[in-house]
């Protein structure tokens, strides 16, 4: 057990990274960031910024001298540097379970050696595999790197047999996942959090809407009928189980319209789509990360309130700073910025809540909200 007084150090000074600084500080831990970036914005709040790349031999040592634990706020941190710090403190979750999660063709392969569901895949690793993969997968579908996307990036539509050869090429042909494109019904998501003596608590299943591949909002719990939500709680908790997960675990899912519960993929870490847990749970996903690192078990996890979580881009800065009072004016609302000074297109600048009974006039009223938000200058 890591008592509040220890130091929590972190990979990644982002605002996952932010937000699980404000939480550990609260919870009276002080937190070592390792950060490159110098206007980090976890780093704003820690103890200390070692501002360094990922794999600067002075700054793991740093960490893994100074601190009682590690954990980390995104998935491409070198596998070397995990593992060069879990020889002398506990990472979590394990470098084996970020390694798995980081690549889109390890993290496909395990899902479905436990038995779970996956988007029907092909593996190209060469020009030569490009001809099998066109015949076990039908067109439309969408070429994916297999490390280093997000958001929707390392992406490319393939609707017919001839772009699938340029596409490869302008991903760098580079190790990647032909993926059929499946007709949606919804997207969900389960964030959980599982403790190293392996207590699980999940949280409510959330409904996320994406736009240009990006989270745009999540609904919190999710409009889908109880049989699914069952079946998400019970896929994602297997995978947790199956992978001795200890720590904050988000797993996407796609439904499509025959009600089928594909796994998308799985995140190491709290996420985007936990976010609405700061506002609407007893206990919120980045508390979940603290309280599993340390050692301890999850908290309750009970959704208090429906939520809507809308994510504020930089998009919204193209008239000038967004309208923050028109939020204000909602005392149902909660916003959450990250600190960033440039507010550029795509750039997650930070989210808002939005809490009520109900759950459909949460909606409208998000969506107005965050159109409210845009400035118009008159001048
Ligand atoms: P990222 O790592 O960028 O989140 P995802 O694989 O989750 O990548 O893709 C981002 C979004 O793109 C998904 O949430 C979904 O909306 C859409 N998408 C991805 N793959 C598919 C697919 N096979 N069929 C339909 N939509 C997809
Ligand atoms: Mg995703």
């Known amino acids: 057990m890591i008592l509040p007084g220890a130091t929590l150090g972190l990979l990644g000074g982002g605002q996952l990274g932010r937000m699980f600084t404000v939480a550990a500080r609260t919870m009276g831990y002080e937190v070592i960031v390792l950060d490159p970036d110098t206007d980090s914005p976890a780093g704003a709040f820690a103890t200390k910024h070692l501002c360094a790349a990922y794999d600067d ?10 601190c009682d634990a590690v954990t980390t706020e995104f998935e491409n941190v070198p596998a070397t540097s995990l593992e060069f710090i879990a020889q002398h403190i506990p990472v979590r979750p394990s470098a084996s379970a970020i390694h798995i999660a980081r690549d889109r063709i390890l993290e496909k392969q395990a899902i479905r050696d436990f038995g779970l569901d996956t988007v029907d ?16 997968i039908s067109l439309p579908a969408l070429l994916k790197t297999a490390t280093m996307g997000y958001d929707g990036k ?3 539509v393939v609707s017919n047999a001839s772009e699938l050869a340029p596409a490869f090429h302008q991903l760098g042909s580079i190790s990647c996942i032909l993926e059929k494109f499946i007709e949606l019904s919804c997207e969900v998501s389960v964030v959980l959090a599982r403790s190293i003596c392996g207590h699980i608590e999940t949280f409510a299943i ?12 999540s609904i919190a719990p999710a409009r889908v009928n109880q049989e699914i939500t069952a079946r998400a709680e ?8 199956k992978l001795d997960y200890c720590g904050v675990l988000a797993v996407e899912f796609f439904v499509d319209v025959n009600d089928r519960l594909m796994i998308n993929e799985m995140a190491p870490r709290p996420h985007n789509t936990g976010h609405y847990t700061l506002d609407a749970c007893l206990t919120d996903q980045f508390q979940q990360q603290v309280r599993t690192l340390c050692g301890f078990k999850p908290g309750k996890s009970d959704l208090t309130t429906p939520a809507v979580m809308v994510n504020i881009l930089g998009d919204l800065w193209s008239e000038g700073t967004p309208a923050w009072d028109t939020l204000f004016k909602y005392p149902g609302a909660f916003l959450h910025l990250y600190g960033k000074k ?5 750039r997650k600048m930070g989210h808002f809540t939005l809490v009520g009974d109900d759950l459909k006039k949460l909606v409208e009223t998000a969506a107005m909200l965050k159109k409210a938000l845009i400035q118009i200058n008159n001048g």
Request: negative net charge; glycine residues 6%.
């Open 57 to 66: 031999k002075a700054a793991l040592l740093h960490l893994a001298t100074e």
């Open 121 to 136: 895949y092909y593996v190209i690793e060469n020009d030569t595999d490009l001809e099998n993969a066109l015949e076990a």
């Open 154 to 156: 390392g992406q490319k």
């Open 206 to 217: 959330a409904e996320n809407k994406h736009a240009d591949g990006i989270l745009d909002v």
């Open 234 to 241: 019970k896929m994602a908790r297997i995978l947790a189980e």
């Open 342 to 346: 440039e507010p550029r297109p795509g």
